[in-house]
């Protein structure tokens, strides 16, 4: 099969190696589509490679079909439409007991410790597979992986009917969180800096605030009466989103990290102490934001389409990971790996 593999920092490779054999309890998955996500531009730029192990096909956010399945592997008939949760846990550490396996304490993350979808052909483990309805297009399929991170930030957030909620940063994930959580009933306003998601937001409907214009907290205040967001998604990253979290959300409001932070930043816990604010991590998602976001996709209540910037052969994957340094304006970019 063909696939487009990770040598090192800058450098990706379109070869041909073997085909993939699944294994007791594995499934190879014809993949169609594979989406970038800023975790493999972090890959990309050489930024994890103490988790990766070149050659290495990386990629997780796939759709595609069930084309061959592995000893004991029942239920899985060939040809049917599927995507992947990437979290492989371990089943035994006292956080998988506990139930919460997608935090599992020995986590293998497919597609990065493990060869990922930037490849015709991925095998993963059956019990990781989702059903997708019959006809759901593949490119909406391939976006139901981040779709279930919004998903989860939202049920983490408690997002109730009629709340105002604030989401810190425009990005794929932030617009996602933004469309979800309106979705459960919302008033979302999106704080951004950048001019080009800035135009997208409100494209999709969204209020906007632009920091480096206006003082975000007051805003937020001010359309809430004086009180501030009922809940508040950091999804920026920045030490700037960071400080501002605490001030952009009410008395006993809500705070969700979605944004990883790999060092510490300055956070203003005495408003946490003065207006009783709760704050609580959000990482990947359980399966039950697989499946909603697989149903949500599927109802096509989201405009998903618009995210899609643009779409790569699997060939171009050196092409597609450098496209938006050099465009810019970018949403989320998909690589076609097989014909649908």
């Not at 959300?249 to 709760?278: C, M, Q, S, T």
Request: aromatic content about 6%.
């Amino acid at each position: 099969m063909k696939a487009a593999q990770y040598l090192g920092a800058r450098r990706i490779a379109y070869n041909e190696i073997p085909d993939p054999v699944p294994g007791p309890g594995e499934v190879a998955v014809k993949v169609a589509y594979c989406g970038i996500c800023g975790t493999d531009l972090h890959i990309f730029h050489g930024s994890m490679d103490s988790r990766v192990h070149p050659p290495q096909a990386v990629g997780h956010e796939v759709s595609g079909t069930v084309a061959a399945v592995g000893p004991g592997v029942t239920g899985w008939p060939v040809g049917t439409p599927v995507t992947v949760r990437p979290l492989d846990n371990c089943g035994n550490c006292g956080t998988c007991r506990r139930g919460y396996t997608h935090i599992c304490e020995k986590l293998r993350f497919l597609g990065i410790e493990t060869p990922g979808g930037f490849a015709e052909y991925w095998v993963v483990p059956a019990r990781l597979l989702h059903r997708l309805p019959d006809g759901m297009p593949m490119q909406l399929a391939a976006l139901v992986e981040p779709l279930a991170v919004a998903c989860h930030d939202v049920r983490r957030g408690r997002v109730q009917p009629g709340e105002t909620v604030v989401v810190n940063g425009g990005g794929p994930i932030g617009m996602l969180v933004a469309l979800v959580a309106r979705k459960a009933g919302g008033e979302v306003t999106v704080v951004e800096i950048n001019p080009f998601r800035l135009a997208f937001a409100r494209e999709l409907g969204f209020k906007t605030i632009n920091p480096k214009e206006t003082d975000a907290a007051e805003a937020v205040r001010e359309a809430t009466g004086g009180s501030g967001a009922d809940v508040v998604f950091e999804v920026s990253g920045s030490e700037a989103g960071a400080l501002a979290i605490t001030a952009m959300a009410r008395p006993r409001g809500r705070i969700v990290i979605v944004a990883i932070y790999p060092k510490p930043v300055p956070v203003d816990l005495h408003k946490f102490f003065w207006k009783e604010l709760e704050l609580c991590g959000a990482r990947v998602y359980e399966k039950e934001d697989v499946d909603a976001a697989v149903a949500l996709a599927a109802s096509r209540e989201l405009p998903l389409e618009k995210l899609i910037t643009k779409v790569f052969p699997l060939k171009e994957l050196q092409q597609a990971m450098e496209y938006p340094e050099s465009a810019g304006n970018v949403m989320k970019i998909l690589i076609q790996c097989t014909e649908e």
